[in-house]
């Protein structure tokens, strides 16, 4: 597989803290996915720190082993799976067979890894990678209709996660979108007692999901609404809501970075017009950077090792911002 790399050196800013700084060089890399597929929405590093993983729109997992080695088939979410079927798929309809991974998640005690799939629910899979199992496909009686991201709390096993509407399935959610379905939901599942919960629902199209650093919220991002919501675990506000931040553009995933900051990936809903650019903020919610490089069309940053791994829907690779 192909590690393109090329240099990004002036007029591309970053703002910081509402500064400008332009003359900064850096380097931007490009791990190509294998031919024909694309959509690598979320990205996830092991427990040995080994990666990326991500899933891809064929229904695989696939381990990212080097630019010598590429890419590898690490798990698939169906059990219905066809590869001479599935294997280079970009058509959603297929999605309901061959399956759509989309938010990734190591547990570093476990080294399981957690897997939200638009249509087969919440799954895990051990190192050794392979079918993943289901673990949750409804809650309160209600089946998942589309699953879409998750984090997990290291300390206890527990998994949050979104289910973005229990109307409306991922091949229709240009319609959900459109209509603004309001029933979303953020739940939790803990593996040792094996229940789900429901923490919030009517939810404006519930998408990406990240833990506080001291475990005391945990945000979701409502990508109709344009905003970040907060759900307090602990404290006086225990099982309240409230707004985290209001945003520009529609945001998709979030990710906690080690200074217990969030980065936010946004789109422009659909408004060609409205320039937006993925987002830090800080702990309390507030824009203290602009990532202003424009690489497309962008689901997820991820900040690690010094560098930003980005995530999109619609892209054949995954970016590397150093």
């Not at 050196?9 to 803290?17: C, E, K, T, V, Y």
Request: aromatic letters at 12%; proline letters at 4%; a neutral charge.
């Amino acid at each position: 597989m192909k590690l393109s790399q090329f240099f990004i050196f002036s007029f591309i800013s970053i703002f910081l803290f509402g500064c400008v700084n332009s003359h900064q060089a850096f380097k931007y890399n490009t791990l190509e996915l294998p031919s024909g597929v694309s959509g690598p929405e979320s990205i996830a590093f092991d427990c040995n720190g080994d990666g990326p993983y991500t899933g891809i729109s064929d229904g695989r997992i696939l381990k990212w082993q080097g630019s010598k080695h590429g890419w590898k088939e690490f798990a698939i979410t169906s059990p219905f799976r066809i590869p001479k079927f599935c294997d280079g798929s970009l058509n959603p309809a297929m999605e309901q067979v061959c399956g759509r991974p989309l938010g990734l998640k190591f547990n570093e005690a476990t080294c399981d890894l957690y897997i939200a799939d638009a249509y087969f629910g919440l799954l895990v899979v051990g190192q050794n990678g392979g079918v993943a199992k289901q673990v949750a496909i409804s809650a309160e009686g209600v089946p998942f209709r589309f699953t879409n991201a998750l984090d997990i709390d290291q300390n206890t096993g527990v998994v949050y996660f979104t289910d973005t509407s229990t109307i409306f399935q991922r091949w229709a959610y240009a319609i959900a979108m459109q209509i603004g379905d309001k029933t979303g939901r953020l739940l939790k599942y803990d593996p040792r007692t094996k229940e789900v919960t429901v923490l919030l629902r009517g939810l404006s199209f519930s998408n990406g999901v990240a833990l506080s650093e001291d475990k005391d919220f945990v945000l979701v991002t409502e990508t109709t609404a344009a905003k970040v919501t907060r759900y307090w675990l602990q404290g006086q506000k225990s099982q309240l809501s409230d707004t985290f931040t209001q945003l520009v553009g529609c945001p998709d995933n979030i990710q906690r970075n080690i200074h217990g900051e969030f980065w936010v990936a946004q789109n422009n809903c659909g408004r060609p017009e409205v320039k937006v650019r993925p987002v830090r903020l800080n702990k309390e919610g507030k824009i203290v950077e602009e990532l202003s490089v424009d690489v497309g069309p962008l689901s997820e940053v991820q900040e690690k090792n010094n560098s930003l791994w980005l995530g999109s829907v619609i892209l054949s690779y995954i970016g590397v911002l150093n």
